[in-house]
């Protein structure tokens, strides 16, 4: 491997422009491909095999206005006034007519209007159009207040049990009215379809539906119902409209991750000591986020990308990216400055013994990433994906173009200041802080694997009661509209309404119907459950197999009651079910919330038993040790455990909360787990390499015991240092980005990375392979035989170029 790569790091510093421009021609076609196809990308996160996939995509194909996304506006006025007042009402009305005038939003006004007319016609039960539609997963204020003369099979005039259907129907919506703090908006007598008005009066809720999910909206479509519902806060009106989170704008980064490059680049000045050399690592970085996330979009058309694979691409590209270019960079300057070779051969041995690491920590981190494909879940599987090639390109950039760029650079890529302080101190080891701490770590090796232990168990201590979801408006900034709606709509009508249910009953035996009746009985028989609101049958389809329900829990989408009722409804023994001999599919943003936090409950030990095998033999094999990669391994479960429990401590329980940018804890995002431990398990072996293998080559070198181990920390802690504060900061910027599961990754890799880099590899690592001395390094003596010899320390190609070039590779 290093013979391989030090050929190709002096063809490339020998040859810059072929590889140079190799690489333009591959911007150049991704920039070609994005001005064809655009940028494409979705919020969809689309769960195959739960159970409420399932049903929304049954009701896809038997009803496909029933799969609709669902949405809603708040409208309040000024405390202690009213919105029916007739000037108020007008503007209101105004409003919702004309975003039902829109193209790909259900107006239940026609889809009542054609049921009926179906119905005087043929005489047939349900419209399922309008079973569908009828007014946002429905509309309950039309289900409490229309009663029976809202119902086309009673308009039709239908046999007695459709009637006494019809009126069990009616009479459990009555009940369900009476009982609740609100009801329908009236305007000059007549109701407006899909609007509830609480019951002071204050606060009005517009529900309604499209045709299609949200994610398939064109975009101007959520923007032209802002548009329509904020026209109401003319001058003197007092209205105040709030559209739902789920009318909001993709996610955003922000501007913060530009101060995570800065402090960066500052770092790099710092650690190499020139702006040239400084350079090269962000430059080879952006470039690479640039062609991999620029590539991403390009194929948009071809891969549904969710909103959030860009930004994870560009936190991970940005991070590894400069990364392991500062590896590289610092090997070649430490070789110019300390073994006094000219910067071609320097930059050749870099690439062939720093590359050869760069290469397996890379492969370690594509490992981490690729096993998210074993979930099964379609969003998670491309982000992972996307970031893999993310890494792997800036691993080729780092290999290929940074050479390149440092046989342009040449020798300025070490100042006349930084070689006249090397060949004044000549030969003379210096005894910096990092060799003073490494001595530390050795000699109180005892105490500190105790005292890190006991840290960092005491730190992973909230994980057991970390609760997962999708952060809703309940946990948003005070000061955004989710958060703003969410909690207009849970005063004036209860947390449920932010988080309903849809509910489709199919009867057992395929060849019966769901009467009205049923349908009827069913209402009623929900509507008595202690967790919910309200109850909205809305209609039975023509075949007569498919009801659907509108149900309003008591909880929020959030809560473990609301977990629990969607599990209540999906027994098959539970006692509603099985009494109408019937099965109920419960599905809705909400259920596929829970399904998602289930499913990645369930694939997560999995997960990390993939992860894990793979890369322990990765290590193996750059480490030729037994111990090595398993005390690696349990470094960083010790790290992954501190992580999640700290930021249990933050996002869910809100300690430091303004500190961190946001106002209200909330349940911390569902995959997020399994994301942030491949993410970090992947550069936690990027320290464990660059410091390790460090340590490696100086045992392999000839020395033993614990100077192998202070010698090689001596070596690698400047860059593990620099690496781990680039990628602290890279992360960190981050955490003060507008959306709450940015925030949340940023923070997690950046607390993760903070804990591994300085206290797991900086600090546990030599004490640790202190205890183990040069027995750290055994392997069986068959195992040895077996194992290819990766060379990544470069023994064999540095005797190899001292065989046949003798000292020549010295000269200036």
């Known amino acids: 491997m290093s013979t391989f790569l030090y050929r190709l790091g002096k063809s490339a510093y020998s040859k810059p422009w072929y590889f140079l421009g190799t690489w333009i021609v591959i911007l150049g076609v991704i920039g070609a491909l994005l001005g064809v196809n655009g940028i494409q990308s979705s919020s969809e996160m689309k769960i195959e095999g739960t159970e409420s996939q399932k049903v929304l995509d049954m009701l896809a194909e038997e009803l496909p206005a029933a799969a609709g996304g669902q949405a809603s506006v708040a409208f309040t006025a000024p405390e202690g006034e ?31 209007a054609q049921a009926a007319a179906q119905a005087a016609g043929q005489g047939a039960a349900t419209d399922p159009s309008a079973a569908a539609g009828q007014g946002a997963a429905a509309d309950p204020s039309a289900a409490a207040g229309q009663s029976a003369a809202a119902d086309p099979s009673a308009a039709a005039g239908q046999d007695d049990a459709a009637a006494q259907a019809a009126a069990a129907q009616a009479a459990a919506a009555a009940q369900a009215a009476s009982a609740a703090p609100y009801g329908p908006l009236l305007v000059d007598g007549a109701m407006v379809p899909g609007v509830m008005l609480s019951s002071d009066g204050n606060i009005a809720l517009f529900q309604f539906q499209f045709t299609v999910q949200q994610t398939s909206l064109p975009s101007e479509v959520p923007d032209n119902v802002i548009e329509a519902v904020t026209e109401v806060e003319q001058a003197g009106s007092g209205i105040t409209a709030i559209p739902s989170d789920s009318l909001k704008s993709t996610p955003s980064i922000g501007s913060t991750e530009a101060i995570g490059v800065a402090v960066a ?93 760069v290469f397996f920590a890379g492969l370690t981190v594509i490992i981490a990433l690729c096993g998210m494909l074993v979930i099964g879940m379609e969003f998670l599987s491309t982000m992972a994906l996307v970031a893999a090639v993310s ?41 910096g802080f990092s060799h003073r701490w490494a001595n530390a770590t050795v000699k109180f090796r005892w105490p500190i694997i105790i005292l890190v232990v006991l840290v960092l168990g005491t730190a992973a201590i909230p994980v057991t009661k970390m609760e997962l979801g999708i952060p809703s408006g309940a946990s948003a900034n005070l000061d955004t509209p989710a958060r703003q709606s969410y909690d207009v709509i849970s005063e004036g009508f209860g947390e449920g309404f932010n988080g309903p249910l849809l509910l489709v009953a199919q009867p057992n035996n395929p060849s019966d119907k769901i009467s009205m009746e049923t349908l009827g009985k069913l209402t009623q028989e929900l509507q008595m459950h202690d967790n919910v609101t309200l109850v909205s049958p809305l209609g039975v389809n023509e075949t007569g197999n498919i009801a659907i329900i509108s149900l309003i829990p008591k909880t929020g989408p959030t809560d473990t009651e609301t977990r629990d009722l969607v599990q209540d ?26 399904d998602m936090s289930s499913k990645l409950s369930d694939a997560f030990p999995i997960y990390i038993g993939i992860i894990v095998v793979l890369s322990l033999i990765i290590l193996l094999l750059v480490f030729r040790s037994i111990i090595v990669p398993i005390k690696a391994t349990v470094g960083f479960i010790l790290s992954i455990l501190a992580t999640f429990g700290v930021t249990t401590a933050v996002y ?38 660059f410091l390790v293998s460090s340590m490696r080559e100086a045992y392999v070198h000839g020395r033993h015991g614990n100077d192998s181990i202070v ?59 202190a205890v183990f001395g040069d027995k750290a390094w055994w392997l069986p003596k068959w195992l040895d035989r077996l194992l290819p010899n990766l060379d990544v320390e470069g023994d064999k190609l540095i005797a190899k170029l001292n065989a046949e070039n003798g000292v020549s590779g010295h000269k200036k």
């Open 265 to 357: 680049a500052v770092v790099l000045f710092i650690t190499l000591g020139s702006v040239v050399a400084a350079g090269l690592p962000l430059i080879t970085a952006l470039l690479g986020v640039g062609i991999s996330v620029g590539g991403a979009f390009a194929l948009g058309s071809v891969i549904q990308m969710n909103d959030i694979t860009p930004i994870l691409a560009v936190m991970i590209g940005l991070a590894v990216g400069i990364d392991y270019s500062l590896f590289i960079v610092n090997r070649q300057r430490r070789l110019i400055l300390d073994e006094k070779l000219n910067a071609r051969e320097a930059a050749s041995r870099a690439v062939g013994t720093a590359g050869s690491a």
């Open 569 to 594: 409804l999906r027994d098959p023994s539970y006692s509603l079910a099985s009494d109408n001999d019937i099965t109920l599919g419960v599905t809705g943003f909400t259920a596929i919330n829970i």
């Open 711 to 769: 010698h090689g920390y001596d070596l690698a802690s400047r860059v593990v240092l620099a690496a781990g504060i680039i990628m602290v900061s890279v992360f960190a910027g981050f955490i003060f980005a507008p959306d709450a599961m940015i925030k949340q990754i940023g923070f997690a890799l950046a607390f993760g990375i903070l804990i591994d880099a300085f206290i797991i590899r900086m600090t546990l690592v030599p004490a640790v392979m």
């Open 391 to 431: 890494v792997l390109i800036n691993v080729l950039l780092a290999l290929t173009l940074l050479p390149a760029l440092l046989g342009l650079v040449g020798e300025k890529i070490c100042t006349a200041k930084a070689r006249s302080k090397s060949n004044a101190a000549g030969n003379k080891e210096h005894h």
């Open 82 to 112: 009213r919105l029916d007042t007739p000037e108020r009402s007008a503007l209101l009305l105004k409003a919702i007519n004309e975003v039902y005038s829109m193209d790909y939003v259900i107006n239940p006004a026609e889809l009542a």
């Open 652 to 689: 869910q329980w809100g300690w430091l909360h303004s500190l961190f940018g946001f106002d209200t804890g909330g349940p911390l995002l569902s995959f997020m787990p399994i994301l942030v431990t491949g993410i970090l398990y992947g550069l936690a072996m990027d320290y464990q390499v």
